[in-house]
């Protein structure tokens, strides 16, 4: 049967050969010898009999695309099946001919990706690989399977064997085939080269990344094995990963190092202090950028207890529920400020009571109500290396301050008051003697060029008696003309 559909597929080219004709008129005799052996003699009639004399026609008339009628009546037959109307059956033939040249005509118009008439593949093409999809090639065939296909559940054996049949016969693992085959040999294809080929895929890279790779590997790592051992060792536990006898040296370690020891006593102690972290609703988002967003939200500058309290006020989608603060330490210092800020409105002048705080005057109000600073850093303030300035208060009834504070205040108030006269009178002194530098610098330029001009002139005559030997003028400085 292959050889038949075979020969049938040569005397139907759109090209054919004499040499080839010949060739296939001696063929088709052990053919159909082959098919009496095989079938039964009622199968064959007539028509059984007529390919031998085929390719003599096509001898003497060349390609049979258009001798022969089998085209035309399989069109023709496709046009038939589209009737819809048995009363206007040639209307109904015509108008199926013309839908089908529109949707060929725009199928030049898709995409390549989206399948129609033109870039179908053929029924029974099994070779080749579709440029419209990207995939491996492999599984790239435009081929279809068997319609009388079964599912069946793949054991582990035959899984492992499917698996690689496919790297096996996948163009894009070759090079890495051979680089294994290269280091391990033939003999470890099937039991290792699966997991091998895994562990390439998943944990090698370029290397133009190797930097990259080891930053990003040492800081993960380290974060994970530090919180791994730090959860095994405060829940006495060994970790999967570690042999007992070594997770037994480890405990040793950690139990008589002094160094080790000496620094859980610091870090302990560091934690049970009242200088801890404070807590916020705002996230991972830094109150420095969350001020700049609110800022650009409501289009003025945003002061830091304003903030303060949209970051720690826990949200709260009812909006007559009382606020809940985040902390009590958070709650305590705003009213602090609350309470700071109005004893220091008290004590400006009745004109000036009812205007807003400056960003300034905020800021340093709300570094008296945060406290000392601790560690450089003021309690939720968005500043580094802070160091406290005092001479901007001077309240008379606040509870804050004690008497000595207030006195310490006015002096250093007193102090830079004459300094900063002391720095006037030192700058206008400065800026006269400038002013009488530059005025002599001016007169001594002056004269100097009154003295270049009257020294050209005098150059001039000497040139002038030289050359023409006449007896030396008189003085241009002289008004008498004596010498």
């Known amino acids: 049967m292959a050889e038949i559909s075979l020969f049938f597929k040569d005397l139907c080219s759109s090209t054919l050969r004499v040499e080839n004709l010949v060739e296939m008129a001696k063929n088709i005799v052990v053919i159909s010898n082959k098919l009496e052996k095989i079938l039964p003699p009622g199968f064959f009639d007539v028509m059984e009999h007529l390919p031998i004399h085929l390719v003599h026609e096509a001898l003497l008339g060349g390609p049979v695309q258009y001798k022969w009628m089998y085209p035309f009546e399989r069109s023709i037959g496709k046009s038939k099946r589209g009737i819809k109307n048995k009363h206007r059956v040639e209307g109904c033939m015509a108008q199926v001919y013309l839908a089908k040249e529109r949707f060929h005509f725009c199928s030049y118009y898709f995409d390549d990706y989206v399948s129609c008439l033109r870039n179908r593949p053929n029924r029974h093409d099994v070779t080749g690989n579709d440029p419209a999809v990207q995939s491996l090639s492999i599984f ?3 081929g279809k399977g068997s319609k009388k ?13 499917a698996e690689l049949h496919v790297l096996l016969n996948c163009p894009e693992v070759q090079p890495f085939l051979d680089y294994f085959v290269s280091q391990y040999g033939h003999d470890q294809v099937f039991p290792s080269f699966i997991t091998w080929y895994t562990n390439w895929k998943y944990y090698v890279w370029a290397p133009e990344h190797e930097d990259d790779v080891q930053v990003n590997f040492k800081l993960k790592a380290s974060k994970l094995l530090y919180s791994t051992f730090c959860d095994c060792r405060r829940e006495n536990i060994m970790p999967k990963f570690m042999f007992p006898d070594r997770w037994a040296l480890l405990l040793k370690h950690l139990s008589t190092d002094e160094t080790f020891k000496k620094r859980s006593e610091i870090g302990k102690m560091a934690r049970a202090s009242e200088k801890r972290g404070s807590l916020h609703t705002g996230g991972a988002i830094s109150q420095v950028t969350r001020k700049e967003r609110m800022e650009k939200e409501l289009g003025r500058p945003v002061a830091v207890p304003e903030m303060f309290k949209v970051t720690h006020v826990k949200k709260s989608a009812n909006p007559i529920e009382e606020e809940r603060w985040i902390e009590p330490r958070a709650q305590e210092t705003y009213d602090r400020y609350i309470r700071i800020s109005q004893e220091y409105r008290s004590t400006l002048p009745l004109e000036s009571q009812d205007r807003p705080f400056t960003q300034e005057e905020n800021e340093n109000l709300w570094k008296h109500s945060a406290g000392e600073p601790i560690r450089g850093s003021v309690y939720s303030y968005p500043e580094k290396a802070y160091q406290k300035k005092k001479s901007w208060y001077c309240g008379s009834s606040s509870s804050s301050f004690d008497g000595g504070d207030r006195e310490t ?11 900063n006269a002391e720095l006037t009178a030192v700058a206008e002194r400065e800026k006269k003697r ?9 007169e001594i330029a002056a004269a100097k060029e009154v003295e270049n001009k009257r020294y050209a002139a005098l150059q001039a005559q000497l040139t002038f008696l030289f050359e023409s030997g006449n007896i030396l003028p008189p003085c241009p400085a002289s008004s008498n003309g004596s010498d």
């Open 140 to 142: 790239n065939q435009p």
């Open 149 to 161: 296909r079964t599912l069946h559940k793949l054991t582990e054996k035959e899984k492992k064997s």
């Open 409 to 419: 205040i006015s002096a250093m108030e007193s102090k830079i008051a004459y300094l």
């Open 434 to 442: 400038e002013e009488r530098e530059k005025k002599r610098e001016e």
